[in-house]
């Protein structure tokens, strides 16, 4: 064969197997991966698949109290592709006559004119407002076209859904549907701790799920609190409709339907009685925070901090007026100040004690005379609250007289390293792990966090040592972990990590997690004699209950309180402020709770908080003696600046005796090193957007009738 006509062979050949490549090519594109869409323009009846998010799981109180809930709610949803297409097609058909007649073809409509002019007359003939977003339409259509509904922001009531179900076939692509929509029956009680949830998100759609279902309702979502922490097992298995459709989109009935699962139901340990108690005792105060615990289990009975917020606003979105409010709130009251950093002031004291029995020293004696040089010439002067000095103190009376510069000495005897791994063995500088968002690690200076991220190269002088010891300078503590501190020397030295989920419960299998007591370190185990932990206890009940104690307004002469103050120096916004602590337990014989307080603004931990532990502790204990503290919804509390002197028990509630001394002032360390920042304030962490609701384009107001003057006759000549 000639050469020429080989080559040809060859060219033909590559021609037949390119062209046979290409319609494979393309009758795969066709017939596998375009095969739905295809079906859907082919006349006749079609299945359509839907698929329905799960049923969220409830959240409970340690005695079964529902405290976040489902209730069912009827919503219109909008396929926005299916109410285009109708719209054409009878545009088109009438566009068909008007050629016939000589009409001219009307302009093209967004989908937010369409729904206008097509869907809104039919539901106001049904009773039902319609108002909404046109841009938030036209959006939609843009990005999901039919996959995703649209869901119609307005709640139908058993009237509405009646009329609709009789008439749906005069509206193509508007459905009703039955959904379960979170609510808060309590308001805004706990609301830090449960959190709120953000409406699914569109662009969260996985690829999968698109080739199979023809519409996709999500899941919606947590995105703070325990309704993030627990999503997992909130969140219940999604169901699956299909529906028949015939060639114009008119349903033909039902072919099949997979319920939508139950989430597990999540137990927490507050007692919504006792958090009741603690988010209204803490309101007499401007911006505060109150943790309960118990200290031989690490539950937390009570959390709460004000300002807060509802976590009702954010269901099934937050409005932009309220959103706004809660932003413009400069206390604000998205922060949990519970597992927020503040500076302690001398409840540090108390770590610092610790530390002190590890190394043997818990029989140190000091004479207080007012204050403490450091430096070179002594130019730096660290000041015990009481100017003229309280004189030789043993261990326990420095606790009862919260002296400052016992426990700078004392600070400075045993050197960094000792106080830094003291404070750290009691969870101090670290997370504590509770099952809660954003909580803040805490900062204990001079350790390697400190060294390396926060002041690069610095190591803590004397002075800083000792500010160290009395809860100043950098120093910084959530009062969670204040709280599981306490706990340690009210139990007799066992640290239990604190708890905020008790049990999970699935529908069907049961228990599927149940949280025990983690015990973290054992103080006993490290070192400590109960002897040397019974001086610490020692110190803090005369701080309570006996002449020259800082905390007396905490004490009940009927239970035995054990507790320290603190008030530490601040700065916010620029202004110098305090941060007033108090914290306790009791009965100090047999401890069953431990109760942490501190009062932003507040200018006396003993004055301030102490009365507001004193409230909490006395509520508690007339619930154990048989009466039944109330629960009800609250209300949201905004807080203030204002700085607070002190807070007034009621009548019949103060001791009846004097209270010697007023404790701390937060002064003493006025006159610290220049390079010392000034002391941590509760910086908010970035809160996840919020679902906003779109807002609705206004109404349009009627044209005012013009008036129409009688025309004059005209008269002619």
Known sequence: MEPRFRFRLYLLTALILVGAGMLLSRLYTFQIEQRDYHRQRVPGPQTVTIREPGVRGEITDRHGTVLAENVRRYELVFNLDEIERDWKLKQKSRQDEGKVQGGEPPAPLSIGDIVARSIVPRLAEHGIEARFSKSALRSHLLT?????????????????????????????????????????PYGSLAGHVLGYLKQWEKGDLPKEESRIYDHYLGEDEGIMGVEVTMDDVLRGPPGKRSLLKDEKGHILGLVDYIRPGQGSEVELTIDARIQFLTENVIRRAGRAAAVVMNPNTGEVLAMASVPNYDPNDFIPSISSKRKQHYDQNLASPYTNRCIAGLTPGSTFKLPTAITACLHGREDHRYSCTGAIAYGRGGRVRIRCWKRTGHGWLDFPSAIQRSCNTFFMDLANQMGTQAMVDGFQLVGLGKRTGIKLPNEAPGIVPGNLWWKREYRPGMSLTPSLLAQLAIGQGDSSATPLQMCAMVSTIANGGQYYQPRIVRRVIHPDRGVTYDDMPVLKVDLLREGIRSEQLAVIQNGMIKAANELGGTARRAGMSEVGVAAKTGTAQTTEMGQKSHNAWTVAFAPHQAPRYAVVVVVQGGKSGGAVAGPLVHLILRGIFAQEGGLKLPLEPLATYEGHFEPITQITLPDGDLLPLAIDEQGETGEEAVEAEPQVAPAIKVRPKAIPLPSITPEADPVPEPAPERETRRRRPIRRR
């Open 144 to 184: 999901h076209g039919g996959l995703v509904p649209f869901t119609f922001p307005v709640d139908l009531d058993f009237d509405q859904i009646s009329r609709l179900a009789e008439h749906n076939t005069e509206m193509p692509g508007v459905y009703v549907t039955a959904r379960a929509r979170r609510q808060y």
